[in-house]
């Protein structure tokens, strides 16, 4: 398997600007993750989904940010509009229920940088 | 609720020494375990995993962790430290009984590993 593949890799935008990041989870999974890690912050996870359907969402920011998954193969995360706060690296991770350990799978991450 | 605590956000060692990373958990049930390493602008890796079987874990690159139920200790050694394990490391666990999927990370531990 190719694992859980994100694009773009780099993303560098301008303030204000809609941004989307794509996220490829590992076939067969039935969870996915959207995580942020900043410096400051550290890893922050952001919303999860069980089976295409939004679990938890409490850790989006704020209303600028919002996540789908249409279908079992891929999910987006976008930000709209963009700020310099924004900038971080996004990470996508997917994981098997049925594997009963829960271990998550990281994609190589979305390095987002909003000028 | 479950929580994770990784004491030392920073560990310098020369190389050839030993290596521990500190992790605490709380749980209301018995956890699973797990530990992560980053390297430079890269996804999360899963070093090992604790899932109720043996204390004592064997990882990949060396590395091993042993599950101390009575000091709530997940802590993370490697004998001989090598140039190549300079990275961010995490120490996760897993949130519930039930199948949530959620994992909850600690703040992480750089390695810095001296020639």
């Known amino acids: 398997d190719a694992g859980v593949i994100q694009s773009p890799r780099h993303e560098v935008t301008e303030m204000g600007q809609e941004v989307t990041l794509r996220c490829k989870p590992i076939s067969g999974h039935d969870y996915l993750f959207w995580y942020r890690q900043t410096m400051m912050r550290g890893l922050e996870l952001l919303i999860y989904?069980?089976?295409?359907?939004?679990?938890?969402d409490s850790g989006m920011p704020e209303d600028r940010f919002s996540a789908k998954m249409p279908n079992a193969s891929f999910s987006t995360l976008k930000i709209q509009p963009s700020e310099p706060r924004d900038s971080a690296v996004y990470f996508c991770?997917?994981?098997?229920?049925?594997?009963?350990?829960?271990?998550?799978?990281f994609g190589p991450g979305t390095r987002l940088t909003v000028t | 609720a479950q929580s994770v605590t990784q004491l030392g956000s920073h560990v310098s060692v020369s190389e050839g020494a030993l290596v521990l990373l500190r992790c605490n958990y709380s749980s209301s049930v018995p956890p699973y375990l797990f530990w992560y390493v980053q390297y430079p602008n890269q996804g999360l890796q899963l070093l090992l995993k604790?899932?109720?079987?043996?204390?004592l874990v064997k990882g990949i690159n060396g590395f091993e962790a042993e599950f101390k139920k009575s000091e709530t200790s997940f802590h993370l050694t490697k004998p001989s430290a090598h140039m190549s394990d300079a990275a961010e490391y995490f120490c996760a666990v897993s949130e519930g009984s039930g199948n949530t999927g959620k994992l909850i990370f600690g703040q992480g531990t750089t390695l810095q590993v001296k020639p």
């Open positions: 989904f069980n089976n295409n359907v939004p679990i938890d």
């Open positions: 991770a997917s994981s098997l229920s049925g594997s009963y350990s829960y271990e998550q799978y």
């Open positions: 604790y899932t109720s079987a043996a204390t």
